[in-house]
């Protein structure tokens, strides 16, 4: 089952996001997907480690910060196709 995408606003723009968990070796992940530009463009993706009352669901505060911190990077959401990794904070 696909996680649904959520929407929030940053900034003056629109952003659509959607949070999953993903398999590793020794601990649980969540993988946040973001996108500006629709499907179509380059998506910024964080790798969570999910741990006791952090990131077991991400706010729109969380997104918020991690879309600050991925433009702050140099992540275009407007480039087309691919992702953006972005480290955990």
């Given amino acids: 089952m696909?996680?649904?995408?959520?929407?929030l606003h940053h900034d003056g723009h629109p952003y659509r996001w959607q949070a999953?968990?993903?398999p590793s070796p020794g601990h649980r992940v969540l993988r946040l997907r973001i996108f500006g530009a629709g499907k179509t463009g380059r998506a910024?993706?964080?790798d969570?480690?999910?741990q006791p009352g952090r990131y077991d669901h991400p706010?729109?505060?969380d997104v918020r910060e991690l879309i600050a911190r991925g433009l702050a990077a140099g992540w275009d959401p407007h480039a087309r196709g691919g992702t953006f990794p972005l480290p955990p904070p």
């Avoid at 696909?2 to 929407?7: E, Y």
């Fill in 2 to 7: 696909k996680a649904p995408l959520r929407r």
């Fill in 20 to 22: 999953r968990p993903v």
């Fill in 44 to 46: 910024l993706q964080v």
């Fill in 48 to 50: 969570l480690p999910q």
């Fill in 59 to 61: 706010s729109a505060d």
